[in-house]
T-cell receptor, first 114, second 115 residues
């Protein structure tokens, strides 16, 4: 089955700096890669996603890149702000017969210091 | 539009007790799933359903049962709670048509403690 690894597990940056979180996946059949943000005590919410036919996608201060050959994808947050502090999860979505199955990374706790 | 609603938000059980975690969605999604979230382990799939009357096991199904009698509801049952089931549980739903409608919508979570 699919295996998603996420690094680092914790990341501390100064406000205004950039943050990068990296994920690798193992199954070349995975075709959709979302990133979720989970604030303390709240539900995970989608912040950006990328499909396997796209190499990069941007949305204001966040961007995601995908390297299908190397099977890795990354989340980039620029000009970080204290409200970016949260746990971030990557996921790989692998179509499985009649179900889109998500495999999640173990999460990265991002701390943005003011 | 409420999205995905889970109840209860918090629960303490004694070892051996049973309970049902409720999940309901109002987006007419065919896919629903249950995850547990443990520190350092991300979200692990317990059970999932591709439509009313159809369920299947995920990565960590032992100790849990599910059923799906309607499109809206997908309850998770713990038949005999064990301390190893202490976790935060999330229900999620998604559209079956695939990208670009693959986003998983999560409920607000249930923090379960088994003593």
């Amino acid at each position: 089955g699919e295996n998603v690894e996420q690094h680092p597990s914790t990341l501390s940056v100064q406000e205004g700096d950039s943050a990068v979180i990296k994920c690798t996946y193992s199954d070349s059949a995975s075709n959709y890669f979302p990133w979720y943000k989970q604030e303390l005590g709240k539900r995970p919410q989608l912040i950006i996603d990328i499909r396997s036919n796209v190499g990069e996608k941007k949305d204001q201060r966040i961007a995601v890149t995908l390297n299908k050959t190397a099977k890795h994808f990354s989340l980039h947050i620029t000009e970080t702000q204290p409200e970016d502090s949260a746990v971030y999860f990557c996921a790989a979505n692998r179509p499985l017969y009649n179900f889109n199955k998500f495999y999640f990374g173990s999460g990265t706790k991002l701390n943005v210091k003011p | 539009n409420a999205g995905v609603t889970q109840t209860p938000k918090f629960q303490v059980l004694k070892t051996g007790q049973s309970m049902t975690l409720q999940c309901a969605q109002d987006m007419n999604h065919e896919y629903m799933s249950w995850y547990r979230q443990d520190p350092g382990m991300g979200l692990r799939l317990i059970h999932y359903s591709v439509g009313a009357g159809i369920t299947d096991q995920g990565e960590v199904p032992n100790g849990y049962n599910v059923s799906r009698s309607t499109t809206e509801d997908f309850p998770l049952r713990l038949l005999s709670a064990a301390p190893s089931q202490t976790s935060v549980y999330f229900c999620a739903s998604s559209d079956r048509t695939g990208p670009p409608n693959t986003e998983a919508f999560f409920g607000q979570g249930t923090r379960l403690t088994v003593v």
